[in-house]
Structure formats: structure tokens, C-alpha cells
């Protein structure tokens, strides 16, 4: 029971803070672009990549911690659903460009925060 408490958590706050960045994000760059999905993809997959490359590689944090801000605040954080949704609307939109860039831009970035987590990771431990 615990480690449902533990993700549900863990989802709550991030969630919450999806909600605010995507939102700010929203309202400081232009409105015909889901670039709030985009920042917290990017930003959620590159907090997951550096707790599991470093904190967890290196014993740094228990595994219920670990649960938490993996399963729990970056499964909350980031939003696959919402991704999916908003270039739904793109494509419905006749939006063809946009929804492409979307998909891979999602893609890409994503990937690429991944490998940039591992690097920053790896510098850290000395490899």
C-alpha cells in the first residue's frame, strides 16, 4: 500500500508543476504551437534519465525514493495523453506542418534529453 501512496504522491506534484509550467510556457510563446507539452516531455524525460544515471546508479537514493520520482512525479510531470490530444487537434486542423513538427519534435528532444541526462550523469561520476 505504501508505494501506491508513494506514486500517487509523486503524481500529485507532478502534475501540479506540469500544470504550471506548460501553462506559463503557453503564455509566453505562441498560442498555435503546444510548446507547454513539449518544455515538460523534454524537461519530465531528462529529470527521469538523471535520477535513474545518477542518484539510482550511484545508491544515492532508496528504492521507494526512487519510485516516487520516477513512476510517481515523472510519470505525473510528463504527458503522453496530452501530446497525442494536441496533435490530434493539428491534424484535424488541417495543421500538417505543425502537427509533424510536433511529433517529432517530441521525439527528438525527448531522445536527445535522454542522452544529454547520461552524459551530465556520466561527467558527474568521473566516466
Known sequence: MTNYLLVAAGAALGGVLRYGISGFTQKILPANFPYGTLAVNVLGT???GFIIFYFDVQGLISPRLRL???IGFCGGFTTFSTFA???AGLLRDSEY???F???GLNLFLTLGA???AYLAAKWMIGG
Open 46 to 48: 531528462f529529470l527521469l
Open 68 to 70: 516516487l520520482l520516477t
Open 85 to 87: 490530444f494536441e496533435t
Open 97 to 99: 506542418l505543425l502537427a
Open 101 to 103: 513538427a510536433n511529433m
Open 114 to 116: 535522454l542522452a544529454l
